[in-house]
């Protein structure tokens, strides 16, 4: 143990609470307090600013470790907080410490402020910041999932009727889809009919016509039934990936054309099946 003698009254009394000064120091302090009543007072003051800082950095240690810095831990060298914080908390060694107790318990709880409001704002900031929605996905992201898949299966796998059964597939999807066609024959364009198939996109039945081109591309033309809208006609383009689609709207009917985003014909293709579909 050192002598505080010399040093400022509120060191002295912040030794003497830390058990940290020797007999004879302690007496002198404890005769201080009691004669002297601005003695008393900081004494006072430094127990309870020593009592509810000890009881925040408690509470302090016992909060749950924030994601970000395990990922931080995680992602580069560093110390395991959990480890950290028992070291921490264990029992400290007797060692002479010079700086008010007080001292230590307003910089804990200006670091604990500073965490709640930090919280605090960042919540508030959420709270008030526009949602960021994610565009609500169409029959089209459904067709194309379904074309990724099948156009990679093998010929017997590519369709659910084989073209051998053409004389009816007519009628099967109309009956399923609710949507009058004749099958495009786009011989002349250098596609050979596969089949069909009947899919499912945003709840409702569609109904799926395959083709394929010399080179082995897959090709699709897909249709089902919808409200009659105000764009009969107008032919739309979207890419999914490596899929291109051109969709329009006839009627009471929903149509796109599917086929491999390197080819260049797609559009005189689309404007083919509408015509004759």
């Given at each position: 143990?050192?002598?505080?003698?010399?040093?400022?009254?509120?060191?002295?009394?912040?030794?003497?609470?830390?058990?940290?000064?020797?007999?004879?120091?302690?007496?002198?302090?404890?005769?201080?307090?009691?004669?002297?009543?601005?003695?008393?007072?900081?004494?006072?003051?430094?127990?309870?600013?020593?009592?509810?800082?000890?009881?925040?950095?408690?509470?302090?240690?016992?909060?749950?470790?924030?994601?970000?810095?395990?990922?931080?831990?995680?992602?580069?060298?560093?110390?395991?907080?959990?480890?950290?914080?028992?070291?921490?908390?264990?029992?400290?060694k007797a060692k002479?410490?010079?700086?008010?107790?007080?001292?230590?318990?307003?910089?804990?709880?200006?670091l604990v402020g500073?965490?709640?409001?930090?919280?605090?704002?960042?919540?508030?900031?959420?709270?008030?910041?526009?949602?960021?929605?994610?565009?609500?996905?169409?029959?089209?992201?459904?067709?194309?999932?379904?074309?990724?898949?099948?156009?990679?299966?093998?010929?017997?796998?590519?369709?659910?009727?084989?073209?051998?059964?053409?004389?009816?597939?007519?009628?099967?999807?109309?009956?399923?889809?609710?949507?009058?066609?004749?099958?495009?024959?786009?011989?002349?364009?250098?596609?050979?009919?596969?089949?069909?198939?009947?899919?499912?996109?945003?709840?409702?039945?569609?109904?799926?016509?395959?083709?394929?081109?010399?080179?082995?591309?897959?090709?699709?033309?897909?249709?089902?039934?919808?409200?009659?809208?105000?764009?009969?006609?107008?032919?739309?383009?979207?890419?999914?990936?490596?899929?291109?689609?051109?969709?329009?709207?006839?009627?009471?009917?929903?149509?796109?054309?599917?086929?491999?985003?390197?080819?260049?014909?797609?559009?005189?293709?689309?404007?083919?099946?509408?015509?004759?579909?």
């Amino acid at each position: 143990m050192q002598s505080t003698k010399g040093l400022a009254l509120e060191v002295r009394l912040s030794a003497y609470l830390d058990g940290e000064v020797d007999e004879a120091e302690r007496k002198e302090l404890e005769q201080l307090v009691a004669r002297d009543d601005e003695a008393r007072l900081l004494l006072e003051m430094l127990k309870a600013g020593n009592a509810f800082g000890n009881k925040a950095f408690e509470e302090f240690l016992h909060d749950p470790v924030p994601l970000s810095l395990v990922r931080r831990i995680k992602q580069g060298p560093g110390v395991n907080p959990k480890a950290e914080r028992v070291v921490n908390a264990a029992p400290r060694k007797a060692k002479t410490k010079l700086w008010p107790r007080a001292l230590a318990a307003s910089v804990v709880l200006l670091l604990v402020g500073g965490s709640t409001g930090y919280i605090i704002g960042k919540t508030s900031d959420d709270a008030t910041r526009p949602m960021s929605v994610a565009a609500a996905r169409t029959w089209l992201d459904d067709i194309a999932d379904y074309h990724r898949i099948y156009s990679r299966q093998s010929a017997e796998h590519l369709v659910e009727v084989p073209a051998s059964g053409d004389a009816r597939i007519e009628t099967w999807l109309t009956a399923s889809v609710g949507v009058n066609f004749a099958r495009p024959d786009l011989t002349a364009r250098g596609l050979t009919f596969e089949g069909a198939r009947l899919l499912v996109a945003s709840g409702k039945p569609v109904a799926q016509l395959m083709y394929k081109n010399e080179d082995g591309d897959v090709f699709a033309i897909c249709f089902l039934k919808s409200k009659p809208g105000t764009t009969d006609g107008k032919m739309t383009e979207s890419m999914r990936d490596d899929i291109a689609m051109i969709s329009w709207q006839k009627g009471a009917a929903s149509y796109v054309v599917v086929g491999p985003s390197s080819d260049a014909n797609l559009q005189q293709l689309a404007d083919a099946v509408s015509t004759a579909i």
